[in-house]
Nanobody
């Protein structure tokens, strides 16, 4: 059974940091590209960052320079280090695994940036 379980969300003040993690199981993790998406209230889900099976990374403009995605194939986890957080980063953050034609999503973890 495929599972993606996000953790690490919470409430943080502007300028603070959080590290999100996604634990994967039930599929060959090392073969999949792993991504983070987010969805703010009233908005569509949007891309944040991705890391390929080979370790190449790509970021949305809003995340570049502040967020870092990484993966540990030995532990079947993908992480998102988020620094210099802004209120606009408030959203539910989702982990996604993709290797065509398969796409899997986690349930999400809430990140709230507020003073």
């Amino acid at each position: 059974q495929v599972q993606l379980v996000e953790s690490g969300g919470g409430l943080v003040q502007p300028g603070g940091s959080l590290r999100l993690s996604c634990a994967a199981s039930g599929f060959t993790f090392s073969s999949y590209s792993m991504s983070w998406y987010r969805q703010a209230p009233g908005k569509e889900r949007e891309f944040v960052a991705t890391i390929s099976s080979g370790g190449s990374t790509y970021y949305a403009a809003s995340a570049k320079g502040r967020f870092t995605i990484s993966r540990d194939n030995a532990k079947n986890t993908v992480s998102l280090q988020m620094n210099s957080l802004e209120p606009e980063d408030t959203a539910v953050y989702y982990c996604r695994a993709q290797w065509a034609p398969n796409t899997y999503w986690g349930q999400g973890t809430q990140v709230t940036v507020s003073s």
